[in-house]
């Protein structure tokens, strides 16, 4: 079964030989503040320190990964990355290994997800396995929805679940969902790993040991089930605006198949609706847009998997806002990553919706007001 081994829990080194120095590590950034001489107390240190060992950490965990999965009769087989692998280029739609060596899915275009490991049991579970030193662990259980979901679909014949492996001291595990499995290891330094890196008479290491065994294969042999991201996402936002008499089909949204898309993607694209006429609820400026400039109106589901509408304003093809509220009704204005998901999905949406998408604030207020209803309904 799936304990953790004594020496994964206490960081036991000796059967690693000097792989973990053999690893590309993103110190530039973090080389440039200790040849300034900054101090290790100042915050920019610490952030650019602590982003380098969770590098190692991860690295690290791996490679112990590697040799437990060899000697664990319950693990059928193991996805390699790193220098553990041959180098192919980043297939579209399909588990592949990136220019970073990360096992990744992606479309043509943008990674939609990057994998720590993976592996798969004689029980046919696939599980994704998250490594990480936070101490608080909110984001990774955000980041766990949409993983599972979209090895679920790419996936369907394997039981999904996850591993999830923290530094003792991490809170909030119990939150985690019934299908992760958690480990604990003790406190981890990356010391020796950047002692090496900033040696200028670096010495001999020894050869890269790399896994040789059947269990072991490449990311882009799992046969996975066909999946055309922005196709599936036109479908959705076609289908949800089909209904005969009603602005959204909520018996399609809520459909448990539908939510898992939603699990991945987050949001659904509705329709749009011109600046002009939610210029005061946005608290839009005269001059900030063309006033009839689309809104584009999307269903975000939150952690709490209250659905609620959000707004987008796409100014050309790489500057994107998003307008939302909080609980308390506050407006927040947040401009979104130029080459992230979110910038390329609002392009092809607006691409796709002609006049017959176009909404007007009664229409924005029944669907409110039917999330509304539907999340209160959940709950009791």
């Known amino acids: 079964m799936l304990e953790i081994a004594k020496s994964i829990k206490n960081l036991e080194n000796d059967d690693i030989s000097d792989n973990l120095y053999h ?13 300034k001489g900054i101090d290790l107390d100042d915050p920019l240190y610490l952030s650019s320190y602590r982003s380098f060992e969770g590098e190692a950490y991860e690295n690290f965990i791996y490679e112990k990964l590697l040799r437990y999965a060899e000697n664990n009769d319950y693990i059928s087989k193991f996805i390699l990355k790193g220098f553990h692998q041959n180098k192919h280029k980043a297939y579209a ?63 369907p014949n394997y039981e999904i679940k996850a591993l999830i492996i923290l530094n003792e001291g991490a809170t909030g595990v119990k939150q985690f969902p019934s299908y992760c499995k958690v480990w604990f290891t003790r406190a981890f330094s990356a ?26 294969i490449e990311a882009h042999t799992l046969k996975l089930h066909p999946f055309r991201y922005y196709n599936t996402m036109s479908w959705i936002t076609k289908t949800l605006r089909a209904h005969k008499t009603h602005v959204i089909d909520m018996n ?30 946005l608290n839009i400026s005269d001059d900030e847009y063309d006033e009839n400039h689309r809104v584009v109106i999307a269903l975000e589901k939150k952690y709490t998997d209250e659905i609620v509408v959000t707004y987008y304003i796409q100014t050309n093809r790489k500057k994107l806002y998003l307008y939302s509220f909080d609980d308390t009704g506050k407006l927040s204005k947040e401009k979104k990553d130029p080459y992230g998901i979110t910038v390329t999905e609002v392009f092809h949406s607006n691409k796709l919706m002609d006049e017959s998408y176009e909404l007007n604030m009664g229409n924005i207020k029944t669907i409110k007001k039917l999330l509304k209803e539907k999340f209160k309904q959940d709950k009791r």
Not at 23 to 35: D, R
Not at 116 to 132: G, P, Q
Not at 136 to 146: D, I
């Open 93 to 155: 739609n399909t588990l592949s290994i990136s220019e970073k060596e990360q096992i990744v899915y992606r479309t043509k275009s943008r990674e939609i997800s990057e994998f720590d490991a993976m592996f798969i049991t004689k029980k046919n579970e696939l599980y994704f396995v998250e490594m990480t030193l936070v101490k608080s662990v909110l984001k990774l259980r955000r980041r766990l929805r949409k993983k599972k979901a979209l090895l679920e679909i790419i996936f």
């Open 191 to 216: 010391s020796d790993v950047l002692e090496y890196i900033t040696t200028l008479e670096k010495r001999k290491l020894l050869p890269k040991d790399k896994m040789k065994s059947e269990k072991m």
């Open 23 to 35: 690893y590309e590590y993103n110190t530039k950034h973090l080389l440039s503040l200790i040849k």
């Open 252 to 281: 399609f949204l809520m459909n448990h198949n539908i939510q898992r898309y939603h699990d991945l993607y987050n949001k659904f694209y509705v329709g749009y609706i011109a600046v002009k006429y939610v210029k005061n609820i």
